[in-house]
């Protein structure tokens, strides 16, 4: 099976034409590319090969109307974005909600577009152990697919699991415990898991050589287009 990777640009680079130039150099067929929503109309004028990813999506489960500020799924899906992150550890970090990632799932969902549901525990937690991390896991998947689990369109959701303490830390999860989880997560939601915290050229072969990992979601590496593509299998 071929693995899913996704490069989270976050809120990166500065301008338009910065974003388009990293974009066409990461521009290649079976990647997912998730640059600013500002840039994502232009980005895809530039790309041919990859596919567009939104880094979030407004809570909004209207298409349009008074919604001050927001981007509707079905503005994303109409302009040609094809997935969309949900409540990534730096969004929960400014306020987000488990109500507010659970209506936008549904919403994305509903819309037609794939949803790659971020989650992941705290340092706090991972010192408990892993029995821990698992029940912490399982409640933020429940209570994100609170309002989506029974719809047809819940086989278009993917997880990503990604500690907080490995996000942009320059430390990652251990391979086999990131297998450990991913299976674990597969008998509670039959989705896709990926990886996501401190990818590097390095760790890269040891979380895709695994079998229970369908990917990886890169943040810092994916800004370096030399670097990053070294990864890709
Ligand atoms: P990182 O970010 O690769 O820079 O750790 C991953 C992410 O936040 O998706």
Redesign the pocket.
């Known amino acids: 099976m071929k693995k899913i990777i ?1 490069a ?1 640009h ?1 809120m990166n680079p500065l301008t338009v034409s910065e974003s388009i130039k990293l974009a066409e150099a990461e521009d290649l067929k079976d990647l997912y590319l998730a640059p600013p929503s500002i840039f994502l109309s232009e980005v895809k004028k530039n790309i041919k090969n990859a596919e567009l990813v939104a880094q979030d999506v407004g809570v909004s489960e209207f298409a349009v109307g008074a919604c001050t500020g927001e981007i509707s799924a079905l503005m994303l899906k109409k302009m040609g974005v094809k997935m969309v ?1 949900v409540g ?3 969004r929960r970090a400014g306020g987000e909600t488990d109500l507010q990632i659970s209506k936008k799932i549904k919403t994305a969902l509903s819309a037609g577009l794939k949803v790659v549901l ?1 989650v992941g525990e705290q340092l706090s937690i991972r010192q408990k152990g892993l029995s821990v991390v698992k029940k912490f896991l399982e409640k933020q998947i429940n209570t994100a697919i609170l309002e989506s689990k029974n719809t047809k369109e819940i086989k278009n959701l993917l997880i ?1 699991y ?1 500690p907080v303490w ?5 430390k ?1 999860a251990n391979p086999e415990e990131v297998a450990e989880i991913a299976s674990f997560l597969k008998t509670l939601i039959n989705s896709k898991v990926l990886y ?5 050229v390095e760790n890269a072969k040891d979380f895709l050589s695994k079998l229970e990992i369908d990917g990886l ?6 800004l370096k287009p030399k670097e990053f593509k070294k990864i890709l299998l």
């Open positions: 996704i989270n976050k992150l990534h550890s730096e971020c990503a990604e490995a996000i942009g830390s320059g990652f996501g915290g401190s990818v590097s979601l890169v943040g810092g590496l994916s």
